[in-house]
């Protein structure tokens, strides 16, 4: 019988240090990935109190004053860091209602002269005024920091659950440079006046993993299933939404699927809805097609017995395939901040956007 979902499959990390339940853990894992692209990760290691503290800043942060948030905006960074107001970009013909700001885990500049552009995207983040939110950037950094050490643990626990040595995917970040990784911290304002409720439109992910923090109670995130239902994915307390990136199903063969997934807006008259995405990056230089897997037939035949997708409503990210990683990640933020793009890749801007900087960016 072919395999679909029809909920959000909930793993409990506490059990990777079960020897007796371990086994369990893996298989719960293997299905995860291979059915459904996403699950509900409780008990991770990352410390309470830093998620907490995290949480308590989100709403702060984004009552900063305007003038701060401009201050910090991302045209000012060629890293693409830093704040981004509600409504510039759009998905799918429509914009997406979040204001948001960009951050990284802590990494210098590795582009050096003679590098090709996509070298540039890693660098120094942007981060409001200390006396605005003092303690917000330590905070942040300590929270990112216990997420980042997470998913390359998680990581070996994937590999093992695809049959692979625990170390298999190693060489697309352990190299010679460091891994900077990404992440937002989102608000997506309740519907009031707007003709919308498209939060964030129909996308894939980048990269190998997602970790999400859904950081207020509001429902609104929703995942494609593969005969096309939208199915909702609530926020549960004390866990992270984890998810497959382009980049990790494209190294898996299509095992590990990625899943699109869409955010609604808060119903009128509620308050404002809070996430924080955190996205495990691999090296920039790094093409996926040339480094190849040895997949034990048993597990590929689990993909056979997956339900056929239909047409999901994401196409983004379709380059891993042919390109370096950097660049298919560079592609991704041209397009979707043209302002970053003209001001620091003018001549990229000008492939993407010949006839000019246009009122909104979008991923497709």
């Given at each position: 019988m072919a395999s679909n979902f029809s909920s959000i499959p909930i793993l409990d990390y506490a059990l990777t240090a079960d020897p007796e339940r371990r086994g369990e853990f893996i298989s719960q894992l293997?299905?995860?990935?291979?059915?459904?692209?996403?699950?509900?990760?409780?008990?991770?290691?990352?410390?309470?109190?830093?998620?907490?503290?995290?949480?308590?800043?989100?709403?702060?942060?984004?009552?900063?004053?305007?003038?701060?948030?401009?201050?910090?905006?991302?045209?000012?960074?060629?890293?693409?860091?830093?704040?981004s107001r509600l409504g510039a970009e759009f998905t799918k013909g429509k914009s997406d209602q979040r204001e948001q700001f960009d951050f990284g885990t802590e990494c210098d500049s590795v582009w050096k002269s003679g590098d090709p552009d996509y070298m540039r995207l890693w660098g120094p983040a942007q981060w409001?005024?200390?006396?605005?939110?003092?303690g917000f950037k330590a905070t942040m950094l300590r929270y990112l920091a216990g997420v980042e050490k997470l998913s390359y643990e998680f990581i070996n626990l994937l590999a093992e659950a695809l049959g692979l040595p625990a170390d298999a995917l190693?060489?697309?970040?352990e190299t010679e440079m460091p891994v900077q990784h990404w992440a937002k911290v989102v608000k997506y304002p309740a519907l009031?006046?707007?003709?919308?409720?498209?939060?964030?439109?129909?996308?894939?992910?980048?990269?190998?993993?997602?970790?999400?923090?859904q950081a207020s109670p509001h429902a609104g995130l929703q995942v494609q299933n593969l005969s096309g239902e939208w199915i909702n994915a609530p926020p549960i307390p004390g866990t992270f939404v984890v998810n497959?990136?382009?980049?990790?199903?494209?190294?898996?063969?299509?095992?590990?699927?990625?899943?699109?997934?869409?955010?609604?807006?808060?119903?009128?008259?509620?308050?404002?809805?809070?996430?924080?995405?955190?996205?495990q990056n691999i090296s920039l230089r790094v093409s996926v097609k040339d480094i190849t897997l040895q997949l034990n037939e048993e597990i590929v035949k689990l993909k056979e017995q997956r339900a056929e997708a239909g047409n999901p409503d994401s196409v983004n990210y379709a380059e891993y395939g042919q390109l370096p990683t950097g660049q298919v990640n560079l592609i991704g933020r041209i397009k979707s901040h043209p302002d970053v793009a003209q001001r620091h890749y003018p001549e990229l801007f000008k492939q993407f956007f010949p006839q000019g900087l246009p009122m909104q960016g979008k991923a497709y």
């Open positions: 293997r299905h995860a990935l291979i059915n459904v692209g996403f699950l509900y990760l409780a008990n991770s290691p990352v410390p309470r109190e830093d998620i907490d503290a995290v949480i308590d800043y989100t709403p702060r942060l984004f009552d900063i004053p305007q003038e701060a948030k401009d201050k910090i905006r991302m045209a000012n960074s060629e890293h693409f860091y830093g704040y409001p005024q200390e006396e605005l939110l003092p190693k060489a697309f970040y009031d006046n707007l003709s919308s409720d498209q939060g964030v439109g129909p996308h894939f992910d980048a990269g190998f993993l997602t970790f999400l923090l497959i990136g382009k980049a990790l199903e494209t190294v898996t063969q299509g095992l590990a699927r990625a899943t699109s997934h869409r955010v609604l807006s808060p119903p009128k008259g509620s308050t404002p809805r809070y996430s924080i995405p955190f996205f």
